[in-house]
């Protein structure tokens, strides 16, 4: 059983930036892509990053891009999102998640963890 656990979220001002932090126990970390979802009020999980097993790909939503970093240390077993520059519609709740290979698609991870709340305002 794989348990992910979100940190880091809160509330911050147009243009403040956060780091999400998502700690993963229960298998091996460091065989398994990561990725971060978010979902707004009333709105569909969307895509926003992630990161394949050994850190060598990256993938990004385009509204995040060039804003948005993907990061992950395996000897923490720890994925990261450092989010700078952030927008009001960067609100939502953040969760991060596991699967086998690299996706862009939620149905590509196994795993999720409960989320945390992001909320930007301006």
């Known amino acids: 059983q794989v348990q992910l656990v979100e940190s880091g979220g809160g509330s911050v001002q147009a243009g403040g930036s956060l780091r999400l932090s998502c700690l993963a126990s229960g298998r091996t970390f ?3 892509a990561m990725g971060w979802f978010r979902q707004a009020p009333g709105k569909e999980r969307d895509f926003v990053a992630a990161i394949s097993a050994g850190s060598s790909i990256e993938n990004y939503a385009d509204s995040v891009k060039g804003r948005f970093t993907i990061s992950r240390d395996n000897a923490k077993n720890t994925v990261y999102l450092q989010m700078n520059s952030l927008k009001p519609e960067d609100t939502a709740v ?7 290979f690299i996706a862009t698609i939620s149905a590509g991870f196994g ?10 305002f301006s």
């Open 30 to 32: 460091s065989s398994y």
């Open 111 to 120: 795993f999720w963890g409960q989320g945390t709340q992001v909320t930007v």
């Open 94 to 100: 953040y969760y991060c998640a596991s699967g086998p």
